[in-house]
């Protein structure tokens, strides 16, 4: 079982930047992807980056060249910086675990993000 603890979301002017981080803690596999997504209203939840137990990170469109996500091992924590904040960011924000092997997921809590114009 692995818990996800999530922090980091509030409330900002376009232009703003934010940190999400995620903190995994229980029995954490050493191989694994961990990501963050977020979830508008009335809309389906999307990826916006993952990074491999190997640092391989992958970005959605949207997020590239502005999101940043990285992760300390040694503190199993993975952060999510974003800069550069729109309006269209604006959702629900929510860190994944996924074991490589089992392919079980699991999800935080979520935190909010609002960027007004």
């Known amino acids: 079982q692995v818990q996800l603890t999530e922090s980091g979301g509030g409330l900002v002017q376009a232009g703003g930047s934010l940190t999400l981080s995620c903190a995994a803690s229980?029995?954490?596999?050493?191989?694994?992807?961990m990501g963050w997504y977020r979830q508008a209203p009335g809309k389906q939840r999307e990826l916006v980056g993952t990074?491999?137990?190997?640092?391989?990170?992958t970005y959605a469109d949207s997020a590239k060249g502005r999101f940043t996500i990285s992760r300390d091992s040694t503190k199993n924590t993975v952060l999510l910086r974003m800069n550069s904040l729109k309006p269209e960011d604006t959702a629900v924000y929510y860190c994944?675990?996924?074991?490589?092997?089992?392919?079980?997921?699991?999800w935080g809590q979520g935190t909010q993000v609002t960027v007004s114009s």
């Open positions: 990074i491999s137990s190997r640092g391989t990170t």
């Open positions: 994944n675990f996924l074991n490589t092997w089992s392919r079980r997921d699991y």
């Open positions: 229980g029995s954490i596999s050493i191989l694994n992807t």
